[in-house]
């Protein structure tokens, strides 16, 4: 486990290099440990429930809904994790179809998160409670065969953002 590190330390403990991470050779960061860094994004709070999010060069702002007490300056956080899936599973086809040679012309996801009791899922381990379930629509535009079809919503299960959401997850939390 690391111990929390102020931002200049941090800055001169990951270092950037071309390497293998996840199977994919491209820039990344890396750090001591070996482990890569596949993004990084910094929330601030820029008023009440509204945050100032810092993704690279772009800049998002996430808020919640009035009702909720909000100012509905932007998406709420499930919208922006629905977003991130919804991309993820288009980036992947597209990327998927591209280099397969089939005439993939547009992909459309969309999306849904609810709740439900872990009873009425019939594929889940957990079986009590609520569970949180997200629908996935996939629509895929251009003459593509039944199999082609068939053989994209199997790859939409291998986007990174997909096996990252149900792959088992660790959330290190520090204080600077």
């Known amino acids: 486990m690391h111990a929390p590190v102020d931002r200049t330390e941090r800055t001169h ?20 440990d070996g482990g890569c860094i596949m993004a990084e994004v910094v929330v601030s709070s820029d008023g009440y429930l509204r945050q100032k999010i810092s993704a690279g ?21 499930y919208s922006f994790l629905l977003a991130a899936l919804g991309a993820c599973t288009a980036m992947t086809l597209q990327i998927y179809a591209r280099r397969k040679e089939w005439p993939l012309e547009k992909v459309e996801v969309s999306l849904r998160h609810s709740r439900i009791h872990a009873e009425d ?37 291998r986007c990174p953002v997909h096996k990252t959401l149900t792959s088992e997850v660790s959330i290190k939390d520090f204080l600077d």
């Open 57 to 77: 060069k772009h800049t998002l702002i996430a808020d919640e809904p009035r009702e909720a007490g909000g100012s509905d300056a932007g998406p709420d956080p």
């Open 13 to 32: 403990r990951i270092g950037s290099a071309l390497i293998r991470c996840n199977g994919l050779i491209r820039g990344r960061s890396f750090l001591d």
């Open 121 to 157: 899922c019939r594929d889940c381990t957990t079986t009590q409670g609520k569970i949180d379930q997200i629908e996935r629509y996939i629509s895929l535009s251009g003459p593509l065969s039944g199999d082609q079809k068939a053989r994209l919503l199997e790859i939409a299960q």
